[in-house]
């Protein structure tokens, strides 16, 4: 097991990373403020790992209440959120009951959100059962919902107390959900990690063929970037988080006009940072053999290169509506160069261009 702690001033979690870590109870006990949990997860992880998981904790006396959610991020909404409250509330469960989320970046969303204002405050765990949770959305404390105008718009920060990343669980993750979160993988190599971009490059094929080694490695490295930036710009207010939103400017803006669930987070955040490095291009930031070396990265990894042709009217005006706009002015994350990046903005020429050559 891999350790990552994630230092924070007032609510520091370590990330536990390694195999066969959903039967350590013991990791999990010691947070607990009353031997009850309830369970969030979906339609599909439910049949996975659900019973395990709470067999392993009603070994150690503890009560589990178990909440099966829609799978899909169309049901990220206000409607499935309110089922979590529906459960908590019939269960009487108490502003000491941890909430355990139990899959992908969906539920562990949701049952973040849920936690941060159930009984004003609960605590939660998070258990990612999915490659772009792990190394992503299940570290930072971000959650949130999404709305028919803009995806992620209504949440809130607030940590969990423990995130546990079970290899395992990655076996049964299809192959398309399993690329989609390579692309954040690929993400923090080009924010401001050229080595593990190149290393990414020397061992796709391991990753893509599941490699425990490998992929070990790979959530580690991700997670530990995260931590780093996290522990710096917690709620995102001195703009050093925002550059984790590498690609994601253009790539929510695809999800929303797409209608969510079409395209993966991850294929939209894939294809969002070929335009953000289409776009560096044109500011003559990054060439075009870099262009053509990001993209070779990312057709390795089975994740689409070129975004879906929505006009470029149409992008800015989902794009205007992104959290990261500040006073009007839609703010980008660019690179300067090949592992260097940096929040700035683009005039509507050059995100015209950008869209010109990047969409198919």
């Known amino acids: 097991m891999r350790t990552v702690p994630l230092n924070l001033a007032q609510t520091p979690y ?27 997860c ?42 979590i409250f529906d459960a908590l509330l019939a269960g009487r469960c108490e502003r000491k009951t941890t909430l355990i989320a139990l899959g992908g970046g969906v539920v562990g969303d949701m049952t973040g959100f849920a936690a941060a204002v159930y009984q004003r405050g609960a605590p939660y765990i998070q258990i990612p059962t999915t490659l772009l949770a792990q190394v992503d959305s299940s570290v930072g404390g971000k959650t949130a919902i999404n709305h028919p105008l803009g995806k992620n718009m209504i949440g809130a ?19 398309r959900e399993f ?26 094929e391991r990753l893509m063929a599941r490699d425990s080694d490998a992929l070990s490695f790979a959530i580690e490295r991700c997670c530990r970037n995260k931590a780093r930036v996290v522990a710096l710009d917690e709620r995102e207010t001195t703009g050093v988080r925002e550059l984790l939103n590498l690609g994601h400017t253009f790539g929510h803006a695809i999800e929303a006009g797409m209608g969510y669930g079409v395209w993966l987070h991850g294929e939209a955040v894939a294809a969002g940072m070929v335009l953000a490095a289409l776009a560096s291009c044109e500011l003559g930031q990054l060439s075009t053999v870099d262009v053509d070396r990001i993209k070779a990265l990312l057709v390795k990894a089975g994740l689409p290169v070129a975004a879906p042709r929505l006009g470029a009217e149409r992008y800015l005006d989902l794009m205007a509506g992104d959290k990261k706009v500040d006073a009007g002015r839609i703010r980008y994350v660019l690179m300067r160069r090949m592992g260097e990046s940096y929040v700035g903005e683009l005039s509507s020429a050059c995100v015209a261009n950008a869209l010109t050559a990047g969409c198919e």
């Open 179 to 204: 690329s989609a979160g390579m692309a954040e993988v690929i993400k923090y190599g080009l924010i401001d990690d050229l080595a593990f971009f190149e290393w990414l490059e020397a061992n796709m």
């Open 42 to 83: 979906n339609s599909t992880v439910a049949p996975l790992y659900l019973e395990p998981l709470c067999t392993v904790l009603e070994a150690e006396g503890v009560h589990c209440h178990s909440i099966v959610l829609p799978d899909g991020e169309v049901f990220k909404t206000w409607e499935t959120l309110n089922q």
């Open 14 to 40: 370590d990330i536990h990373i390694g195999r066969g870590l959903l039967e350590r109870a013991d990791l999990i006990l010691p947070l607990l403020l009353q031997k009850q949990v309830a369970i969030v």
């Open 157 to 175: 920060f607030y940590q969990p107390k423990l995130v546990l990343a079970d290899l395992a669980t990655l076996d049964t993750l299809p192959m």
